[in-house]
């Protein structure tokens, strides 16, 4: 059984700075794809950033050039870098396998807010 607890999310100012962490639990941690996704509200959930086991990442294009996906294979923890952040980025920020099937992905951990507004 796979546990995610994601945290560091928070409410920020245009152009401010978040690090969310993500632990996961309960898997060969480092086998895996990992991905960052996010669900806006009212929208569907998306893959914002991905990393794979050997560390090549993939970005939304929203995001390129503003988030950094990283990973520590040794804490089984993987991290979103957020700067310049945008009021549009604003969601509930979760993580989990990436470049993945629905099917494949594990069950959701409860996810961290993220807001962005003056």
């Known amino acids: 059984q796979v546990r995610l607890v994601e945290s560091g999310g928070g409410l920020v100012q245009p152009g401010g700075s978040l690090r969310l962490s993500c632990s996961i639990s309960?898997?060969?941690?480092?086998?895996?794809?990992l991905g960052w996704y996010r669900q806006p509200p009212g929208k569907q959930r998306e893959l914002v950033a991905a990393i794979a086991s050997g560390g090549s990442t993939n970005y939304l294009d929203s995001v390129k050039g503003r988030f950094t996906i990283s990973r520590d294979n040794a804490k089984n923890t993987v991290y979103l870098q957020m700067n310049s952040l945008k009021p549009e980025d604003t969601a509930v920020y979760y993580c989990?396998?990436?470049?993945?099937?629905?099917?494949?992905?594990?069950?959701w951990g409860q996810g961290t807010q993220v807001t962005v507004s003056s």
């Open positions: 309960g898997s060969i941690f480092r086998n895996y794809a």
């Open positions: 989990n396998r990436g470049w993945t099937t629905q099917r494949d992905l594990w069950s």
